[in-house]
C-alpha cells in the first residue's frame, strides 16, 4: 500500500484511507483542516450543544465534540469522523457564542484587559474499525483593556453571533488580542498540531 505524506508542508494524504468526514458546518475549521489533509467532506451534525456549567469547559466541550461526532458516525461508519466543540472560558464562567450583539459586547467587556482559556474539545470516532479518540487542547489569550467604543468598533467589523466569546482572533485580532499561548490554529477553531498526530493514528496504515 502506497501512502503519500507531504510531511514539510504537513499535509497528510493516505491512499486507500477511509474518507474523512468534518461534522461541523463551520468554515474556519474547514479551512484549518485543508491546511493538514486536502482529502475530507463536511456533513454537519444536527445535534444541539449541550450548556451546562456544571461542567467545566474541557468536558463540557468534549462531551459536545462526541456528540457531534457520534450522531455523523451512526450514518457513515465507513468513515472517520471528527467532531469539534470550542469553548471560552475564564474564572470559572464559560463564554459561548452569544445571542445578540449586546451580549457580544458584554463578553468582551468581562475578558478584556484579562487572559482567558479558549478550549476544544476534539473527537475521532471509526465506527468500522472500532477506534475512537477524545481529547481538549487549551490556548490561553490575553485581551488588551479595551474601552467601550473600542468594543463597539470591533464588533462592527465581525459577526460574532457564531463565534465562542464573541470574538474570532483571525478577524481583526490584533485589535482586542495582547498575546497568546498555546496554539493560535485552536482558537480559530481546531488544534492542529495535536489533530495531526491524532488523524495519522486513524488514516495512516500501521505499520508491524
Not at 89 to 103: A, D, W
Not at 157 to 172: F, R, S, V
Request: aromatic share 6%; hydrophobic share 40%.
Amino acid at each position: 500500500m502506497q501512502v503519500s505524506r507531504r510531511i514539510q508542508s504537513g499535509l497528510i494524504e493516505p491512499m486507500n484511507a477511509p474518507p474523512l468526514i468534518l461534522a461541523s458546518a463551520s468554515p474556519r475549521r474547514s479551512q484549518l483542516l485543508h491546511d493538514i489533509t486536502p482529502r475530507f467532506e463536511v456533513i454537519p451534525s444536527k445535534v444541539e450543544e449541550i450548556h451546562n456549567e456544571q461542567f467545566t469547559a474541557a468536558e463540557l466541550s468534549q462531551m459536545n465534540a462526541y456528540r457531534k461526532a457520534r450522531s455523523v458516525s451512526k450514518r457513515f461508519p465507513d468513515a472517520v469522523i471528527l467532531g469539534v466543540d470550542t469553548l471560552v472560558t475564564m474564572g470559572g464562567r464559560i463564554f459561548g457564542k452569544p445571542l445578540t450583539h449586546g451580549e457580544a459586547a458584554s463578553f468582551l467587556m468581562q475578558l478584556q484587559g484579562n487572559t482567558h482559556e479558549v478550549v476544544s474539545g476534539v473527537c475521532l470516532i471509526f465506527l468500522r474499525g472500532h477506534k475512537q479518540l477524545i481529547f481538549a487542547e487549551r490556548t490561553f489569550v490575553t485581551f488588551k483593556k479595551l474601552s467601550e467604543r473600542e468594543i463597539k468598533n470591533y464588533l462592527s467589523l465581525i459577526n460574532p453571533l457564531d463565534k465562542a466569546g464573541g470574538y474570532a482572533i483571525q478577524e481583526h485580532g490584533h485589535q482586542i488580542v495582547a498575546q497568546t499561548r498555546g496554539s493560535y490554529s485552536n482558537v480559530v477553531g481546531l488544534p492542529l498540531e495535536k489533530l495531526k498526530t491524532a488523524l495519522e493514528g486513524f488514516l495512516l496504515p500501521q505499520t508491524s
